[in-house]
């Protein structure tokens, strides 16, 4: 009975976690008035949005593993029970391998958004100065052969 309730639990934990999932990436494709009819952009809401959630629900995961066996390292240290040396050994040990490959994780995603960031809002500026400088090359030489024009035709 016991397990058959934990399942359920997990069951409904998934199923809240899928629905939220589901109802923020439509609110974040529907929603967002730059998303019309530019199938890139949507894509590449989605693929961050669905690793930003599941970075997010992994990190909750391991900080609550983590937290649950600090916790139950100190009253077992306070209580001095037998092997509770052994455990702190091994509790350092776990949280030194999942620290360490989270926080290199960490820093190489930020990394990441950082160098995405740039290249987001650096695009639209370079292609805003190209066509200004295509426009104003065409409206120069315009007027230029319409001052050559002029000035060949009698007056």
């Known amino acids: 009975m016991k397990q058959r309730e934990l399942l359920r639990r997990i069951y409904w934990a998934s199923a809240v976690l899928a ?64 092997g509770s040396q052994i455990k702190t050994k091994l509790v350092i040990t776990l949280l030194t391998f999942s620290l360490f490959p989270a926080l290199v994780m960490a820093f190489l995603a930020f990394g990441l958004i950082n160098q995405n960031l740039q290249q987001w809002f650096s695009s639209p500026s370079e292609q805003l100065l190209s066509s200004s400088q295509v426009i104003s090359r065409g409206y120069y030489q315009q007027d230029r052969r319409f001052r050559l024009s002029a000035s060949v035709s009698p007056a």
Request: no cysteine; charged share 10%; proline share 5%.
């Open 19 to 82: 629905i939220v999932m589901v109802v923020f990436l439509a609110s974040v494709i529907f929603l967002n008035p730059s998303s019309v009819g530019n199938p890139r952009f949507v894509w590449n809401v989605n693929l961050w949005a669905v690793a930003w959630a599941l970075n997010f629900v992994i990190v909750l995961i391991l900080s609550f593993i983590l937290a649950r066996n600090l916790i139950k390292l100190f009253f077992e240290y306070q209580a001095n029970r037998p």
